[in-house]
Nanobody, 128 residues
Framework: QVQLLESGGGLVQAGGSLRLSCAAS??????????MGWFRQAPGKEREFVCA????????GYPDSVKGRFTISRDNAKNTVYLQMNNLKPEDTAVYYC???????????????????WGQGTQVTVSS
């Protein structure tokens, strides 16, 4: 069993930046056994894929909506994955969820990243 705990959410003005963190824990958990990802869900909308990173960190995937603004990274020694969000827009407002997947895909998309574990989520609010 893998527990994921997000942190770093908050309120920021449009154009600002936030950095989210997600720490993985569990009895014998090594985050290097999982691809990691971020999803978000705005009120009244479905949960959507934000980005993902492969087990080693060699491959990443982003949808067009965040490409060039968001960057995912990981530190397997710390069992932590990060999401650096720059040039935030009001439409980025959502609850952001960390996710872990056993996928070995190198092309990481909403279709290839099948989530095995979810975090509880952290709120990000971008004011205009």
């Amino acid at each position: 069993q893998v527990q994921l705990l997000e942190s770093g959410g908050g309120l920021v003005q449009a154009g600002g930046s936030l950095r989210l963190s997600c720490a993985a824990s569990g009895r014998t958990v090594s985050m290097s056994n999982y691809a990691m990802g971020w999803f978000r869900q705005a009120p009244g909308k479905e949960r959507e894929f934000v980005c993902a990173i492969s087990r080693s960190g060699a491959f990443t995937g982003y949808p067009d909506s965040v490409k060039g603004r968001f960057t995912i990274s990981r530190d397997n020694a710390k069992n932590t994955v990060y999401l650096q969000m720059n040039n935030l827009k009001p439409e980025d407002t959502a609850v952001y969820y960390c996710a872990a997947s056993t996928t070995r895909a190198t092309t990481l998309t909403a279709l290839t990243f099948r989530t095995d574990y979810w975090g509880q989520g952290t709120q990000v609010t971008v004011s205009s």
